[in-house]
């Protein structure tokens, strides 16, 4: 009995050793797989959210950004310091000749050139297009306006489209025999359009014969009410020049140069050379500008004859060019033929 209760023992101790060994090689399986502490644990959790809604390294992503964004904007501060430095020295480094000539472009008025044109003029097209050349070189703003009988003759309109000048190219119907009443008719139409549409500048008429310095259409630039000038006057077949236009004090017109004319009652108005002044468009469709009531003034019947009389009445308004006494000559009378 005592063998067989000895050999009971032994089995439950095998048993319980066995359980025992099970139970401990079971949990250290297990512990093996586990995490080792509860901060990796938290860590993980954190991770696998901020994973799952945004992106598979948030973490690292979020400190990137936080860098990036704090050197982005000590970038910036630099970048528009030196931006606001550079533009200051950029603006003080600005040529005082620019900063005049941007002033000079905006004050710039308009010189309106008046061209009257004559078929019989066998030299008209080669006559236009020097006249051309020269108005290309003139600073804008400029307006060419070309007069010439209605015709089947595009010589004229081929001419203008090619000058790459801002131009208008009138016309008219009525036929003359004379070409002086010709030309002052023409003249006349080109004085209509311009009061009809209210141009604004001043008014220059430029025969096809005319040859400038260039410096003379910045000079009529700064005429207020009237502007004239001396013409020198050369012929092909003569050995002279002929001298006509203002004579002058500095800018003060004091007397004129004028031709001797025949059996004309209004000899100073008729004498008056066409291309020997300017005037401001305006008079003739503000005249109130000039401290005159419109009842005064009719240029429908005859606006060149008003705005010669005008010039030679009005000395108080006229400025002689160029300003040092009218003494030097500017623009030339060539008659070729």
């Not at 078929?119 to 006249?131: I, Q, T, W």
């Not at 040859?211 to 207020?224: G, N, P, Q, S, T």
Request: with cysteine; net charge positive; charged share 25%.
């Amino acid at each position: 009995m005592a063998s067989l209760e000895r050999s009971k023992k032994k089995v439950q101790l095998w048993k319980k050793a066995t359980v025992h060994f099970l139970l401990c090689f079971v949990m250290g399986f297990f512990t093996g797989f586990a995490p080792t502490s509860k901060a990796s644990i938290f860590s993980s959790r954190v991770t696998m959210s901020l994973s799952s809604n945004y992106s598979p390294q948030p973490v690292k992503v979020f400190h990137q950004s936080r860098t990036q964004n704090f050197n982005r904007s000590l970038f910036d501060k630099t970048v528009s310091k030196a931006e606001h430095s550079h533009n200051s020295d950029k603006d003080q480094r600005v040529p005082e000749e620019d900063k005049r000539g941007s002033e000079e472009l905006n004050v710039r008025k308009l010189v309106i050139v008046i061209t009257p044109t004559s078929g019989r003029n066998k030299l008209r097209g080669v006559l236009l297009r020097r006249l051309a050349n020269t108005l290309k070189l003139v600073a804008r703003p400029l307006l060419w306006i070309v007069v010439e009988q209605l015709s089947e003759d595009s010589e004229v309109s081929e001419i203008l489209r090619k000058t790459g000048i801002m131009y208008r190219h009138v016309v008219f119907k009525e036929n003359f025999t004379d070409v002086d009443s010709e030309m002052d008719h023409q003249r006349n139409i080109a004085v209509n359009h311009i009061e009809h549409h209210r141009l604004s500048g001043i008014v220059h008429f430029a025969g096809l014969s005319n040859v400038y310095d260039l410096h003379f259409f910045e000079e009529i630039r700064a005429v207020e009410a009237f502007g004239t000038w001396p013409i020198a006057k050369l012929f092909a077949n003569k050995k002279k020049v002929t001298i006509e236009g203002p004579v002058c004090d500095f800018s003060e017109v004091v007397g004129w140069h004028l031709k001797k004319t025949n059996n004309v009652t209004d000899t100073r108005t008729t004498a008056l050379p066409i291309s020997s002044f300017a005037f401001n468009s305006s008079i003739l469709w503000d005249p109130e500008r000039w401290g005159r009531p419109s009842s005064v003034q009719d240029t429908s019947q005859n606006s060149l004859r008003f705005v010669r009389k005008e010039v030679l009445e009005e000395e108080a308004k006229v400025k002689g060019i160029p300003t040092q006494g009218c003494s030097k000559v500017l623009l030339w009378d060539l008659h070729i033929s």
